[in-house]
């Protein structure tokens, strides 16, 4: 499932205009849904903040996860 849902992804950016902001938003939700569940694991019940999930967030982080979204 997750393979057809690349490759449905990567034919949009190809095919649509627009399609390029549309996998921005999808890696940078990746990124931000992952990042928010490490900072939950550590956070042992406290509430997490956005200084936790965006704090060391570096470009390198986002092209990683484009090219394994890809």
Not at 21 to 49: D, E, I
Request: charged share 15%.
């Amino acid at each position: 499932m997750l393979l057809w849902m690349r490759m449905l992804l990567s034919m949009v950016v190809v095919l649509v205009p627009g399609g390029f902001p549309l996998l921005l938003v999808y890696v940078t939700g990746r990124v931000v849904y992952a990042r928010w569940q490490k900072a939950h694991a550590r956070a042992n019940g406290s509430s997490v903040t956005l200084h936790d999930l965006f704090g060391d967030l570096h470009l390198k982080d986002l092209v990683r996860e484009a090219r394994a979204a890809l």
